[in-house]
């Protein structure tokens, strides 16, 4: 079974400082990975995704992850924090089921804040 | 709004009543899953369709819950004799058919108090 781990419970920033969101995977053969926002009374959102095709994802609203497979990690990043970024993040690792299809297993969440 | 629509999104019932959800996928996807998130945690699997077939329930899901998706379009999740524990939000995702990193996308879900 595949398991994400995420470091952080809470970040705080300040806006306009760089922000870097933990996530360390474990899994038997190459992962899917993926970033997901929860703002408040909103639904999940997908920030980005792993595909393999490349170690450096880009996703919307600035935010980038690497794949980094000697370290197992997936963190997330962004150059400047922005007010609006204040959200949950949960990293997301896809696993095989016995159903012969995949699930979405989730870490715990980090929770962004961004002072101004 | 052509995305993941549950209904209702709130509901408080008292304890041993029970209630039933309702998640309408986006049109074209074939796959939904339910998922329930409780305060402070990340969302945990329950359970999984393709098309109108059942074909994964986690050990989470006891005999109380049981869900539907009867025409392989909308689904249903009811709980019976609700307990404090199943308050939690209760989360729809759908997907199209694909490899292991296709996107599911979420409902806003339902938030699920139990007095």
């Known amino acids: 079974a595949q398991s994400v781990t995420q470091l952080d419970s809470h970040v705080s920033v300040s806006e306009g400082t760089p922000v870097l969101l933990r996530c360390n995977y474990s899994?038997?053969?190459?992962?899917?990975l993926f970033w997901y926002v929860q703002h408040p009374n909103k639904g999940l959102q997908l920030l980005l995704k792993?595909?393999?095709?490349?170690?450096l994802v880009k996703g919307i609203n600035g935010f980038e992850a690497e794949f980094k497979k000697s370290e197992t990690s997936f963190h997330l990043t962004k150059p400047s924090a922005h007010m609006s970024d204040a959200a949950e993040y949960f990293c997301?690792?896809?696993?095989?089921?016995?159903?012969?299809?995949?699930?979405?297993?989730f870490g715990t969440g980090t929770r962004l804040k961004v002072l101004a | 709004d052509t995305g993941v629509s549950q209904n209702p999104r709130h509901k408080i019932t008292k304890r041993g009543q029970n209630v039933t959800f309702r998640c309408d996928p986006i049109?074209?996807?074939?796959?939904l899953y339910w998922y329930r998130q409780t305060l402070g945690q990340g969302p945990e699997f329950l359970t999984y369709?393709?098309?109108?077939?059942?074909?994964?329930k986690s050990r989470l899901l006891s005999d109380r819950f049981s869900a539907e998706r009867p025409k392989g379009s909308f689904s249903t999740l009811e709980i019976q004799r609700t307990e404090q524990g199943d308050s939690a939000m209760y989360l729809c995702?759908?997907?199209?058919?694909?490899?292991?990193?296709?996107?599911?996308?979420f409902g806003q879900g339902t938030r699920l108090t139990v007095v």
């Open positions: 995702a759908s997907s199209s058919p694909g490899p292991r990193n296709t996107e599911a996308f």
């Open positions: 899994s038997s053969y190459s992962p899917s």
């Open positions: 792993y595909t393999s095709a490349a170690t």
């Open positions: 997301v690792v896809s696993d095989g089921s016995t159903s012969g299809t995949y699930k979405y297993i």
């Open positions: 049109s074209e996807h074939n796959r």
């Open positions: 369709f393709q098309n109108e077939a059942q074909l994964e």
